[in-house]
């Protein structure tokens, strides 16, 4: 595990950033929702298909316990909350799931060997509460695992703020310190 205080010079985390900006911008193709929302006995209850969500990944322990969410940025770099994942070596991405039941669908998993934590991060506030993670190998991109699009300087531009989602697993039981989660709901 890297933490962004530990790279030594005050400019590294700046230049990784910067690096990792310049990869996105450069990608040629990144997720867009493909898939409508799936209702369940509560119309309320929006499932996600698949397809909608992805670049949204599960970062999951050794034992597959659910951490956090991450957001793909790009082949090799994930996005997630620093909380989750800070003094952990252990860290799987899982990529192209709605549904955390592993006997439901095949999944495909990728071992994280670089965890940056933002250098200003309090466990306390929870201010600065950012992580990269860098995949030991490249993810395969396809209908179910895609980088998130960034809009740019089209940010402020009306009408591009309207009709956003928020996505996340649910969870559908606790015991003590384990949630177990299950289907993908925006």
């Known amino acids: 595990m890297v933490s962004a205080a530990g790279l030594s010079g005050d400019g590294k985390m700046r230049g990784v950033l910067l690096v990792l900006l310049g990869l996105l911008y450069s990608s040629t193709s990144c997720g867009v929702q493909k898939a409508s929302v799936f209702y369940g006995p509560d119309p309320k209850e929006g499932l ?3 397809m909608e ?8 322990d050794s034992q597959y316990t659910h951490l956090a969410f991450g957001c793909i940025l790009s082949e090799f770099w994930v996005l997630s909350i620093a909380s989750a994942i800070q003094n952990r070596k252990d860290i799987v991405v899982i990529v ?8 439901k669908i095949a999944h495909t998993e990728y071992p994280v060997n670089t965890i940056i934590i933002h250098e200003d991060f309090d466990n306390n506030s929870m201010s600065n509460n950012i992580a990269l993670l860098k995949t030991d190998t490249a993810m395969h991109f396809g209908n179910l695992v895609q980088s998130i699009c960034f809009l740019g300087r089209m940010l402020h531009t009306p009408p591009v703020l309207q009709n956003c989602w928020v996505s996340g ?11 177990t989660m299950s289907v993908l709901r925006k």
């Open 53 to 60: 969500f992805p670049w949204v990944v599960s970062l999951q």
């Open 48 to 50: 996600v298909s698949s």
């Open 96 to 103: 192209g799931i709605s549904n955390m039941d592993p006997s």
């Open 169 to 179: 697993w649910n969870p559908t039981s606790a015991t003590g310190n384990h949630m």
